[in-house]
């Protein structure tokens, strides 16, 4: 079986569990460490060209962090395409296993059972905190309706403010999000990188909790580790 992956947590559980299995990733397939495949350039402007001379059995895409013209691009050239769409936990499970059938891994790998297991009990929570969460800045952009990573926060005894705004993730200004007064603002280092010196000084005297993207984000064996890393962040960020 050959496979190119244009999602960077389908990378790694592919990767995983069904080492060789992937011929091809994007160049932001940072996991695991040392993959060695064909790079297909970005999520959103792969090279179309270089992925059907890869001869692929399977490409996997998100309907979120690829776009549909490149994907029916690879369809017209004869590539089948598999396009997953994760919104919150249990999806993120359901798509998992759909991949890796997928892709001709048999059975389901230990870190998927473990994954399911730890989110099944996640650490409980001192009490709910509210947050923003922005995923990007100039403009500042934040976490909105109907997204995994609010999910996953959510489930951690996190409420982020705009879970109910009519966009995904909206374009909010900076006076609107100081303005919101959240108990706790949430910086991943991805999409936008944030730093401890790119992010927090905007919202001076709010309780920033720097995190990891791959933890809040992806969906993947990063899961099973995701609660207990996530959790502690946000609780020295409340200190």
């Not at 690879?74 to 759909?98: H, I, K, M, N």
Request: proline share 10%.
């Amino acid at each position: 079986m050959r496979v190119v992956s244009l999602v960077p947590s389908l990378t790694e559980a592919v990767a995983v569990s069904a080492p060789g299995t992937l011929v091809g990733a994007t160049d932001w397939c940072s996991h695991p460490v040392g993959l060695d495949v064909t790079r297909v350039g970005g999520t959103k402007n792969p090279k179309v060209d270089r992925i059907v001379a890869l001869a692929p059995d399977l490409v996997i895409a998100n309907e979120e962090e690829n776009r549909a013209p490149d994907l029916d691009a690879l369809r017209a050239a004869g590539v089948e395409v598999l396009v997953t769409e994760v919104r919150d936990v249990p999806q993120a499970f359901s798509e998992l296993a759909r991949v890796l059938d997928a892709c001709g891994v048999p059975g389901r790998p230990r870190w998927l059972d473990e994954a399911e297991r730890t989110w099944s009990t996640p650490p409980a929570p001192d009490r709910r905190t509210t947050a923003v969460v922005p995923i990007w800045r100039r403009p500042w952009m934040v976490l909105g309706r109907d997204t995994f990573a609010g999910d996953v926060l959510a489930r951690l005894g996190v409420d982020h403010l705009y879970t109910t705004h009519e966009d995904r993730y909206p374009r909010v200004p900076l006076d609107d999000l100081l303005a919101a007064a959240p108990d706790v603002v949430v910086l991943p280092d991805e999409p936008y990188r944030f730093t401890p010196d790119d992010g927090p000084e905007a919202f001076r005297g709010l309780p920033c909790a720097l995190v990891s993207g791959r933890h809040l984000t992806w969906y993947g064996p990063s899961l099973a580790e995701a609660p207990r890393v996530l959790s502690e962040a946000l609780r020295a960020a409340r200190r």
